[in-house]
């Protein structure tokens, strides 16, 4: 097995049981447009189409470089360090969690575990992941495509915070002010906010 097989096997591990865990998922109570959400989806999707290529469709992108020996593994660890961190995100969040932008029946701000380091860790998570695996396997189409999934990532992210502090308000413009939105700044492992 190769670092570039383990990160396949990672990701499809990772997307079978994300989307059985959505029965955890609470009752929604209101979301934005649908069609707010069309522009991050379509660009995600996209993304995800030239990153891991599509089922029984052969890849013809050359390769600028594949990584096979320590650094491709630690980059498919890394990968993994992502998915896990998606993970631990998505168990804190319990029934709140939606794969699309929601207001769940009795959301409120959920500021510990993961959600102390940054707003939106599943999308750090993700983010990290998708780096760590076009860094094993680098060509233009996978190069493109994670570049797009980040896009779309960050787009839904903005998306969501203005949801966010429209339904939440007050609390969680006061969770903005104290935690960083997708990139650590190591700060608030350092001082916690006494409040």
């Known amino acids: 097995m190769t670092p570039l097989d383990a ?5 499809l591990a990772w997307a079978i049981t994300w989307f059985a865990a959505a029965v955890w998922s609470g009752r929604t109570v209101k979301r934005p447009a649908i069609a707010r959400e069309v522009a991050y989806r379509v660009i995600t999707s996209a993304g995800a189409v030239l990153l891991f290529g599509v089922a029984g469709i052969r890849r013809h992108d050359i390769p600028f470089w594949r990584l096979d020996g320590a650094f491709g593994w630690l980059l498919a660890a890394v990968a993994l360090a992502g998915t896990l961190f998606m993970w631990w995100a998505r168990v804190t969040l319990g029934r709140l969690w939606s794969g699309s932008v929601t207001h769940k029946a009795g959301h409120y701000v959920i500021d510990h575990g993961p959600y102390a380091i940054v707003r939106h860790p599943i999308y750090t998570g993700l983010i990290v992941a998708i780096a760590a695996t076009v860094g094993i396997r680098a060509s233009a189409q996978t190069l493109i495509g994670a570049m797009l999934m980040t896009i779309g990532v960050y787009i839904k992210a903005r998306l969501e915070e203005n949801f966010l502090r429209t339904e939440l308000g007050p609390a969680y413009d006061a969770y903005r002010q104290r935690v960083p939105m997708l990139i650590p700044s190591g700060r608030e ?4 906010d006494a409040r």
């Open 189 to 192: 492992l350092v001082f916690r």
């Open 7 to 11: 990160t396949r096997y990672l990701w």
